[in-house]
């Protein structure tokens, strides 16, 4: 049986964890605390006592020789050192746990594919995408995640990610980025009053999607007010113009029921957006064929918006 990248990557870690007797858990609490910046929050998220995980972190920094975390009362920040060592301990928990799912892969399950993309990717084609996979591709063990931009580009460099899917590629030499889906994002609102310029629009939530549309909305839909809340995720948008009323730049594909149904009307008097989708993957990714099986599979129907986003 050949082992796969993870696995080897798994051993590699175990073995230098056993060389340094670093304790794995220290990584783990390390990493809580970093996130809850408190240890009494960390210590009970971890179902410890603070004195346990102050002693853990005291190992730790006393194996790196340096103060992980600045440590004031009711103020706890990492310090330069404990930034660096961030990327490293993620990519250590997140090595061990895709290796692990992988040595248990069923003799069905003949292969496994990590996919991740950034929030709005899911909302306007991920949920669709892995729907597709999950029934056309059941030999397949799927790992999906939510991702920031830079997540996504280390974990592609470093091969724990299979398929990145994203707005801004990163342009590095080591990744092949494809175009995925072209779409459109337009302007809608659940006021019925008639809008002839951008100061008219009422309650506007600005989406993030993406460097290129911000860059555009900035020069083209200029004296729009200034956004009542601004999100990553088309889905929070959704649900505050459904529950409140509200404006926002939104897929057609995902307005279109609403604006069939009454509840949405578009706004003419703004420009539409076109946006491109990439896929993302390592040139030297060993399951790269089954990585274009993948792609191809997704190219072939046009993304619907997912049934959670437009059910009622």
């Known amino acids: 049986m050949r082992l796969s990248l993870q696995a080897v990557q798994l051993i590699i870690i175990i073995v230098s964890i056993r060389d340094c007797n670093v304790d794995i858990e220290l990584i783990k609490t390390f990493l809580e605390v970093k996130?809850?910046?408190?240890?009494?929050?960390?210590?009970?998220?971890?179902?410890?006592?603070?004195?346990?995980?102050?002693?853990?972190?005291?190992?730790?920094?006393?194996y790196f020789g340096v103060t992980l975390?600045?440590?004031?009362?009711?103020?706890?920040?990492?310090?330069?050192?404990?930034?660096?060592?961030?990327?490293?301990?993620?990519?250590?928990?997140?090595?061990?746990?895709?290796?692990?799912?992988?040595?248990?892969?069923t003799s069905e399950q003949v292969t496994q594919i990590s996919i991740a993309g950034t929030p709005n990717t899911w909302d306007v084609y991920i949920h669709d995408a892995i729907s597709k996979i999950y029934i056309d591709q059941p030999h397949i063990s799927l790992i999906a995640e939510i991702l920031s931009r830079e997540q996504l580009t280390r974990q592609l460099l470093e091969r724990t990610l299979d398929v990145a899917i994203l707005f801004d590629p990163p342009k590095v030499e080591e990744l092949k980025i494809e175009s995925l889906h072209m779409f459109k994002l337009i302007p809608v609102t659940t006021f019925q009053n008639k809008i002839i310029t951008p100061s008219e629009v009422k309650r506007y939530i600005m989406i993030d999607w993406g460097t290129s549309f911000i860059n555009w909305h900035a020069k083209e839909v200029k004296g729009i007010s200034i956004p009542a809340i601004r999100t990553s995720t088309a889905r929070i948008a959704l649900d505050l113009m459904l529950q409140c009323g509200g404006s926002a730049y939104l897929p057609d594909m995902l307005a279109k029921p609403f604006i069939e149904d009454g509840t949405f009307f578009e706004i003419s008097a703004l420009p539409s957006f076109e946006r491109?989708?990439?896929?993302?993957?390592?040139?030297?990714n060993e399951n790269e064929e089954r990585i274009i099986e993948i792609k191809n599979l997704l190219r072939k129907d046009e993304p619907?918006?997912?049934?959670?986003?437009?059910?009622?």
């Open 35 to 62: 996130d809850c910046r408190h240890f009494g929050k960390a210590a009970e998220n971890l179902y410890l006592t603070q004195a346990a995980v102050s002693t853990r972190i005291r190992q730790l920094e006393r």
């Open 69 to 105: 975390f600045q440590r004031a009362r009711n103020n706890i920040q990492l310090t330069l050192a404990g930034e660096r060592l961030v990327p490293h301990a993620e990519n250590m928990l997140n090595t061990l746990r895709m290796a692990k799912q992988d040595v248990a892969l």
């Open 276 to 284: 491109e989708l990439f896929s993302a993957f390592h040139k030297e």
């Open 304 to 312: 619907e918006a997912p049934a959670i986003m437009i059910a009622r």
